[in-house]
């Protein structure tokens, strides 16, 4: 294909794209998608789960703790973006997500307990759930009925109580003792949890139950039972549609749940029962599949060493006792109805129990895995595997409370965050057409172009997008400009050495290429590893970078290139002047001796460092409630109803500027009655402030509170994750630029991180200033430009080293960032430009938030020409071939020789091929490119010498 065609091919690509675009993103078109956005954006629902630990079991806060880590991951695997956890009192944790489709199974997911346990089913079912003599399972259909028979075996150490209605259906239970059945009966109807005249006598009558109990009566309402279960046993359920349950010749009926009595021991016991449970399995190896036998879904269970060893010795007991059976049998009677079962059950529900058969294994199973079957649908068999990968919940949690919270970021805010987006896009694009006018205005284009294919692409794989998934986008777009400016002053280089507009535009692409593709590989090392190990509003940043590096590279060396191919082709084009590449090439006032003067960086740095560590040291950093916990106030019943924005105008008038508000319950044009405001933790006083200023201005008496003590939502698993993430990107970075460059090259780019995080961070120590998760993203995002910024120079100075063959290091050094400060200061300006623009009209959160950034990237511009580069001079200049050169050349210090040597080092570096490897999709190829190489050549002198 010619590369006309391909230019038109690519273009007309393009705009096939762009309207794909516009359909996904117009509402009333067949495929429109809304973007997905997170609880700080869009609101989500609150679930609060509440611990019930077992009789006998004290409640610990390392029960909690490990609920908390089992809950996040099944939400991560769960595929619900950001969510936050977050531990209230002593017993609760709250889960908040965001862009759920399915409420009710999200819910039944993160709350399920996930005990698993496996049975020998005929030996474990006990009377009245099992024949004595034949030992065929017996469902019952009423809990009722399987109790009544066995009640008084139970006497006063019974496993648990239940409580009964005339009507013989459960009302409340199970609990330890009688009293605690009572008095959880009594408190529930009293809050009104559940209705009718029974609850009025049973209020009535409680504090005469209570005494009673303790006296062996029961003392209750006429009709009303307490049953007990005997001890070391468990009511085993089965319910589930499409599945047939023990006892049973054919399917469940809808909606009737059985019931089982199954001996239950202590795991301590010398035979404990269950016989096996999830301890037994490799948790990670649990996944759902279609059986290759039957096409049925299946969830595959892999057991460890131990477990695999049980499994085998239970499975030939069971297969032994069939035979015994069998032989039992009358003559004539199917083998089948004496094979032994194994029942697995998850969370006191049966959900599979398969027969053992002991003619083909009369050995039982042996090998390490097994599976369940019979269950009724593929995404079924996906969440049970789901709670088995993550494990058990130490204790069982119900839900005490299920609502919707509006967006952490209140709608000022947001509206706030958009418009300041869109002024300082603007600003950008008007920079980029006043600096590179024709040049400018394809970038403009390029950058729209990856702007919409940004967008669709986070509408397609329903991305989250949240403040740290917005701090990705900052960092993106900078990254994509910065593509196009790379190029576009290869491009003017090239002019500047006499080369034809077309001749100019190929060798700055394919020059400009491997300079693109190192410094979007790192870039893309980071945020490949945070999003595989971090989890929370990190993952969200990585996700977005990741994205938007790789469409900038498409957008880059693809689109703009194609456009500027056609362009090439107008006789109007071919102008140095019209792309700007006339006139003086670089500012003389730049041009100073920057290795020469690296003590003065370094003592200035120094300085700033130490004050930094200084203060980090002394007074800490302002940690806010992601990171410390803190209080949760509840408002309900407030009169007008409020915007969230209002309620952040009254916590911060007692001194609490950065709270977390968000309303809760239905609203009303963005207003709410109730409120949840979250803060660091308030004194005495202030909380009394706070109740006065609310009660005065909405209602008075009618108001309820409520307060609580909350956890951090960014707790020590995901900082550690975070931690880990940064620390195998820095290896993996190391790797790859020990291998496109030398070791040497790595050591400064590490240093330049570390000067630059320290700054920002210190910074904030100096300045007080609330860090919260926002102010992580933002750190992050300086990571990435730092690094970023750092390889664009050093690609420079490596491509300098062998066309300057004759020149001490330091003048190498000086040479490269004399051809690429322009770009530098470029870049920064244009990825300062919107943080600077959400500085000015952003919120109180997005002011915070635009202040790490700005600190960041300045620091990162800085590190890279004033730390970085001078650290890989002192490194090369160790090694023997740089310490002669040094030794024997003088130092260019400014001045008509500093003009003099860029100005060769330019033209050698024109007059250089273009890299093999890049791509040529556009003219300046094959014999043309050749004659243009040597015309080059001929024109160029040795380096080092005037011209």
């Given at each position: 294909?010619s590369?006309?065609?391909?230019?038109?091919?690519?273009?007309?690509?393009?705009?096939?794209?762009?309207?794909?675009?516009?359909?996904?993103?117009?509402?009333?078109?067949?495929?429109?998608?809304?973007?997905?956005?997170?609880?700080?954006l869009?609101?989500?629902?609150?679930?609060?789960?509440?611990?019930?630990?077992?009789?006998?079991?004290?409640?610990?806060?390392?029960?909690?703790?490990r609920?908390?880590?089992?809950?996040?991951?099944?939400?991560?695997?769960l595929g619900?973006?950001?969510?936050?956890?977050?531990?209230?009192?002593?017993?609760?944790?709250?889960?908040?997500?965001?862009?759920?489709?399915?409420?009710?199974?999200?819910?039944?997911?993160?709350?399920?307990t996930a005990?698993?346990?496996?049975?020998?089913?005929?030996?474990?079912?006990?009377?009245?759930?099992?024949?004595?003599?034949?030992?065929?399972?017996?469902?019952?259909?009423?809990l009722?009925?399987?109790?009544?028979?066995?009640?008084?075996q139970?006497?006063?150490?019974?496993?648990?109580?239940y409580?009964?209605?005339?009507?013989?259906?459960?009302?409340?239970?199970?609990?330890?003792?009688?009293?605690?059945?009572?008095?959880?009966?009594?408190?529930?109807?009293?809050?009104?949890?559940?209705?009718?005249?029974?609850?009025?006598?049973?209020?009535?009558?409680?504090?005469?139950?209570?005494?009673?109990?303790?006296?062996?009566?029961?003392?209750?309402?006429?009709?009303?039972?307490?049953?007990?279960?005997?001890?070391?046993?468990?009511?085993?359920?089965?319910?589930?549609?499409?599945?047939?349950?023990?006892?049973?010749?054919?399917?469940p009926?809808?909606?009737?749940?059985?019931?089982?009595?199954?001996?239950?021991?202590?795991?301590?016991?010398?035979?404990?029962?269950?016989?096996?449970?999830?301890?037994?399995?490799?948790?990670?190896?649990?996944?759902?599949?279609?059986?290759?036998?039957?096409?049925?879904?299946?969830?595959?269970?892999?057991?460890?060493?131990?477990?695999?060893?049980?499994?085998?010795?239970?499975?030939?007991?069971?297969?032994?006792?069939?035979?015994?059976?069998?032989?039992?049998?009358?003559a004539?009677?199917?083998?089948?109805?004496?094979?032994?079962?194994?029942?697995?059950?998850?969370?006191?529900?049966?959900?599979?129990?398969?027969?053992?058969d002991?003619?083909?294994?009369?050995?039982?199973?042996?090998?390490?895995?097994?599976?369940?079957?019979?269950?009724?649908?593929?995404?079924?068999?996906?969440?049970?595997?789901?709670?088995?990968?993550?494990?058990?919940?130490?204790?069982?949690?119900?839900?005490?409370?299920?609502?919707?919270?509006?967006?952490?970021?209140?709608k000022?805010?947001?509206?706030?965050?958009?418009?300041?987006?869109?002024?300082?896009?603007?600003?950008?694009?008007?920079?980029?057409?006043?600096?590179?006018?024709?040049?400018?205005?394809?970038?403009v284009?390029?950058?729209?172009i990856?702007?919409?294919?940004?967008?669709?692409v986070?509408?397609?794989?329903?991305?989250?997008?949240?403040?740290?998934?917005?701090?990705?986008?900052?960092?993106?777009i900078?990254?994509?400009?910065?593509?196009?400016?790379?190029?576009?002053?290869?491009?003017?280089?090239?002019?500047?050495?006499?080369?034809?507009?077309?001749?100019?535009?190929?060798?700055?692409?394919?020059?400009g290429?491997?300079?693109?593709?190192d410094?979007?590989?790192?870039?893309?090392i980071?945020?490949?590893?945070?999003?595989?190990?971090?989890?929370?509003?990190?993952?969200?940043?990585?996700?977005?970078?990741?994205?938007?590096?790789?469409?900038?590279?498409?957008t880059?060396?693809?689109?703009?290139?194609?456009?500027?191919?056609?362009?090439?082709?107008?006789?109007?084009?071919?102008?140095?002047?019209?792309?700007?590449?006339?006139?003086?090439?670089?500012?003389?006032?730049l041009?100073?001796?920057?290795?020469?003067?690296?003590?003065?960086?370094?003592?200035?740095?120094?300085?700033?460092?130490?004050?930094?560590?200084?203060?980090?040291?002394?007074?800490?950093?302002?940690?806010?409630?992601?990171?410390?916990?803190?209080?949760?106030?509840?408002?309900a019943?407030?009169?007008p109803?409020?915007t969230?924005?209002?309620?952040?105008?009254i916590?911060?008038?007692?001194?609490?500027?950065?709270a977390?508000?968000?309303?809760?319950?239905?609203?009303?044009?963005?207003?709410?009655?109730s409120?949840?405001?979250?803060?660091?933790?308030?004194?005495?006083?202030?909380?009394?402030?706070?109740?006065t200023?609310?009660?005065?201005?909405?209602?008075?008496?009618?108001?309820?509170?409520?307060?609580?003590?909350?956890?951090?939502?960014?707790?020590?698993?995901?900082?550690?994750?975070a931690?880990?993430?940064?620390?195998?990107?820095?290896?993996?970075?190391v790797?790859?630029?020990?291998?496109?460059?030398?070791?040497?090259?790595?050591?400064?780019v590490?240093?330049?991180?570390?000067?630059?995080?320290?700054?920002?961070?210190?910074?904030?120590?100096?300045?007080g200033?609330?860090?919260?998760?926002?102010?992580?993203?933002?750190?992050?995002?300086?990571?990435?430009?730092?690094?970023?910024?750092?390889?664009?120079?050093?690609?420079?100075?490596?491509?300098?080293?062998?066309?300057?063959?004759?020149?001490?290091?330091a003048?190498?050094?000086?040479?490269?960032?004399?051809?690429?400060?322009?770009?530098?200061?470029?870049?920064?300006?244009?990825t300062?430009?919107?943080?600077?623009?959400?500085?000015?009209f952003?919120?109180?959160?997005?002011?915070?938030?635009?202040?790490?950034?700005?600190?960041?990237?300045?620091?990162?511009?800085?590190?890279?020409?004033?730390?970085?580069?001078?650290?890989?001079?002192?490194?090369?200049?160790?090694?023997?071939?740089?310490?002669?050169?040094?030794?024997?050349?003088p130092?260019?210090?400014?001045?008509?020789?500093?003009?003099?040597?860029?100005?060769?080092?330019?033209?050698?570096?024109?007059?250089?091929?273009?890299?093999?490897?890049?791509?040529?999709?556009?003219?300046?190829?094959?014999?043309?490119?050749?004659?243009?190489?040597?015309?080059?050549?001929?024109?160029?002198?040795?380096?080092?010498?005037?011209?």
């Amino acid at each position: 294909m010619s590369d006309r065609r391909t230019q038109l091919f690519l273009v007309f690509a393009t705009l096939v794209a762009l309207v794909g675009v516009a359909l996904l993103a117009i509402p009333g078109s067949p495929v429109h998608k809304s973007p997905t956005l997170g609880l700080d954006l869009q609101g989500g629902i609150e679930v609060v789960l509440q611990a019930q630990p077992p009789p006998g079991h004290k409640l610990t806060s390392a029960d909690v703790d490990r609920s908390e880590t089992i809950i996040r991951n099944r939400i991560d695997k769960l595929g619900v973006s950001e969510p936050e956890v977050r531990k209230q009192g002593d017993n609760q944790i709250a889960v908040q997500l965001a862009g759920v489709f399915d409420q009710n199974r999200a819910v039944g997911i993160i709350g399920s307990t996930a005990a698993l346990e496996l049975y020998k089913l005929e030996d474990d079912l006990v009377n009245p759930s099992v024949n004595p003599l034949s030992k065929q399972p017996i469902a019952h259909t009423s809990l009722y009925d399987l109790l009544a028979p066995v009640t008084s075996q139970a006497g006063s150490n019974g496993s648990a109580y239940y409580l009964f209605g005339p009507n013989k259906k459960l009302a409340a239970g199970p609990a330890t003792t009688k009293k605690a059945l009572l008095s959880t009966r009594a408190a529930r109807c009293a809050t009104g949890a559940r209705a009718g005249a029974g609850c009025k006598k049973l209020i009535a009558a409680a504090g005469k139950a209570k005494k009673n109990a303790k006296a062996g009566t029961d003392g209750l309402p006429k009709g009303w039972t307490v049953f007990g279960r005997p001890a070391n046993t468990a009511v085993i359920t089965c319910d589930v549609s499409g599945r047939v349950c023990p006892g049973l010749q054919t399917n469940p009926l809808p909606g009737v749940t059985y019931y089982y009595l199954f001996k239950h021991t202590s795991p301590d016991a010398k035979n404990p029962v269950p016989e096996m449970g999830g301890g037994d399995l490799k948790l990670d190896c649990t996944q759902a599949d279609l059986a290759s036998d039957t096409g049925e879904p299946e969830v595959l269970m892999a057991f460890n060493g131990k477990g695999g060893g049980k499994f085998h010795q239970i499975t030939r007991e069971i297969a032994r006792e069939g035979r015994i059976r069998a032989a039992q049998l009358p003559a004539g009677t199917d083998q089948s109805a004496a094979f032994g079962h194994f029942a697995i059950v998850l969370d006191n529900q049966i959900k599979s129990f398969p027969y053992i058969d002991f003619n083909s294994t009369p050995d039982g199973i042996s090998g390490d895995s097994a599976r369940i079957t019979g269950i009724g649908t593929i995404g079924e068999a996906k969440d049970l595997a789901l709670v088995l990968q993550t494990g058990a919940l130490p204790v069982k949690f119900h839900v005490v409370d299920q609502t919707t919270v509006s967006a952490t970021l209140g709608k000022d805010s947001l509206h706030q965050a958009v418009r300041a987006a869109i002024v300082g896009l603007l600003v950008v694009a008007l920079f980029l057409i006043l600096v590179y006018r024709i040049l400018g205005v394809v970038a403009v284009l390029g950058l729209g172009i990856y702007a919409a294919l940004l967008y669709a692409v986070l509408l397609l794989f329903n991305v989250t997008l949240t403040l740290p998934g917005f701090a990705g986008l900052i960092l993106t777009i900078g990254v994509a400009a910065d593509a196009n400016i790379v190029i576009f002053e290869r491009i003017k280089e090239e002019s500047r050495a006499g080369k034809s507009v077309r001749a100019a535009i190929a060798a700055g692409y394919q020059k400009g290429f491997s300079t693109i593709v190192d410094a979007n590989v790192v870039t893309a090392i980071t945020a490949l590893v945070l999003f595989a190990v971090a989890t929370a509003g990190v993952k969200g940043f990585a996700l977005v970078l990741l994205i938007g590096t790789a469409i900038s590279m498409l957008t880059a060396v693809a689109v703009t290139r194609a456009f500027l191919g056609l362009l090439a082709g107008f006789r109007w084009f071919d102008s140095p002047k019209f792309m700007g590449a006339s006139g003086q090439a670089h500012a003389k006032w730049l041009q100073i001796d920057y290795m020469g003067k690296r003590r003065l960086w370094f003592a200035i740095s120094g300085t700033v460092v130490a004050i930094c560590i200084l203060s980090l040291s002394i007074k800490g950093l302002n940690l806010g409630i992601d990171f410390e916990g803190g209080s949760q106030v509840t408002v309900a019943k407030i009169t007008p109803a409020a915007t969230t924005d209002d309620f952040q105008k009254i916590t911060a008038s007692v001194g609490q500027p950065a709270a977390v508000i968000q309303g809760r319950g239905p609203s009303t044009n963005g207003e709410y009655r109730s409120f949840q405001l979250q803060m660091k933790s308030l004194s005495t006083d202030q909380l009394a402030k706070l109740r006065t200023e609310i009660t005065d201005k909405y209602g008075g008496d009618q108001i309820s509170y409520g307060q609580k003590n909350v956890s951090a939502s960014f707790g020590s698993q995901i900082a550690r994750s975070a931690i880990l993430a940064i620390f195998v990107s820095f290896l993996l970075i190391v790797l790859y630029i020990t291998l496109r460059f030398q070791w040497t090259f790595a050591v400064p780019v590490l240093a330049g991180i570390a000067h630059d995080v320290l700054i920002c961070v210190g910074i904030y120590s100096l300045t007080g200033r609330e860090v919260s998760t926002s102010t992580v993203a933002a750190v992050l995002t300086v990571l990435g430009y730092s690094m970023y910024d750092t390889i664009i120079v050093f690609d420079r100075i490596r491509e300098n080293i062998p066309l300057m063959k004759r020149a001490p290091f330091a003048q190498i050094a000086d040479v490269s960032i004399w051809e690429t400060i322009r770009r530098s200061l470029a870049t920064t300006l244009i990825t300062v430009l919107p943080i600077i623009s959400l500085l000015l009209f952003g919120g109180a959160t997005l002011k915070d938030f635009a202040f790490a950034l700005l600190v960041g990237v300045i620091s990162g511009a800085y590190s890279t020409i004033f730390i970085c580069t001078p650290i890989l001079t002192i490194l090369k200049e160790r090694e023997p071939e740089y310490a002669r050169r040094k030794q024997s050349a003088p130092a260019v210090v400014s001045g008509v020789e500093a003009a003099e040597v860029l100005a060769a080092a330019e033209e050698a570096a024109a007059a250089a091929p273009a890299p093999e490897f890049a791509p040529t999709i556009m003219g300046g190829g094959g014999d043309n490119a050749r004659r243009e190489r040597r015309r080059q050549r001929r024109r160029t002198r040795p380096h080092g010498r005037a011209r």
